[in-house]
Nanobody, 123 residues
């Protein structure tokens, strides 16, 4: 059973937008992040947020197009994705971990995972 619950995935045309949500409940940690995995590829970090101060980090493909945010009261993290491209097609996973995770955005540093939500971007 997944500890983090994602929602908001779907299909969109290139140039469109999607907003992912992740309810973490008791798995809320100092760093909350989003990862993605495309078919045949390794899982990669997309964005992270330090839940205490709100500082954010982004992988290069996400910079300028994606925005991660959080609502501490709701223990929910969001990923706003704009100007989507076909290469953004992947299963997106919510992740939680200690602060170190936001410095690395590496899957090995994740403590808890969501079940994943599919994002498909068509031309």
């Amino acid at each position: 059973q997944a500890q983090l619950v994602e929602s908001g995935g779907g299909s969109v045309q290139a140039g469109g937008s999607l907003r992912l949500s992740c309810a973490a409940s008791r798995y809320w940690r100092h760093c909350m992040g989003w990862f993605r995995q495309a078919p045949g590829k390794e899982r990669e970090g997309v964005a992270g947020i330090y839940t205490g101060v709100g500082s954010t980090v982004y992988a290069d493909p996400a910079k300028g197009r994606f925005t991660i945010s959080r609502d501490n009261a709701k223990r929910t993290v969001y990923l706003q994705m704009n100007s989507l491209k076909p290469e953004d097609t992947a299963t997106y996973y919510c992740a939680a971990g200690v602060s170190w995770l936001c410095g690395t955005l590496k899957p090995d540093d994740v403590s808890y995972w969501g079940q994943g939500t599919q994002v498909t971007v068509s031309t």
